[in-house]
């Protein structure tokens, strides 16, 4: 499938954004979808996941902060984010995989940057 990710920019701490990533292609062998980030410096992380099974995982960090959903039949993956803190400045990217469990990604989209200042 192909992932083109939407909604990144840049907010003063403790604002709010909304990603969305839109989903082509054939994904009906999609199971799992996830963001990820990476900031300059630091390895990529995985920021939260939601699988076809109905289950939601989230980073600690995130936690009671950010919700990930979907719409229209998995055709777009949501990352609501609130309470933004300078700390999840970063790259974000959207990722889909075929197993149900979200350990591995096989399509990546490239990227919105999200920017939050003190």
């Known amino acids: 499938v192909q992932l083109v990710e939407s909604g990144g920019g840049s907010v003063q701490a403790g604002g709010s954004l909304t990603l969305s990533c839109t989903v082509s292609?054939?994904?009906?062998?999609?199971?799992?979808m996830a963001w990820f980030r990476q900031a300059p410096g630091k390895e990529r992380e995985e920021v939260a996941s939601?699988?076809?099974?109905?289950?939601?995982t989230y980073r600690d960090s995130v936690k009671g902060r950010f919700t990930i959903s979907q719409t229209n039949t998995w055709s777009t993956l949501n990352l609501q984010m609130n309470t933004l803190e300078p700390a999840d400045t970063a790259m974000y990217y959207c990722?889909?995989?075929?197993?149900?469990?979200?350990?591995?990604?096989?399509?990546w989209g490239q990227g919105t940057q999200v920017t939050v200042s003190s």
């Open positions: 990722a889909a995989g075929s197993q149900a469990l979200c350990r591995e990604f096989e399509d």
């Open positions: 292609g054939y994904r009906f062998n999609v199971y799992c």
């Open positions: 939601l699988s076809k099974l109905g289950r939601h």
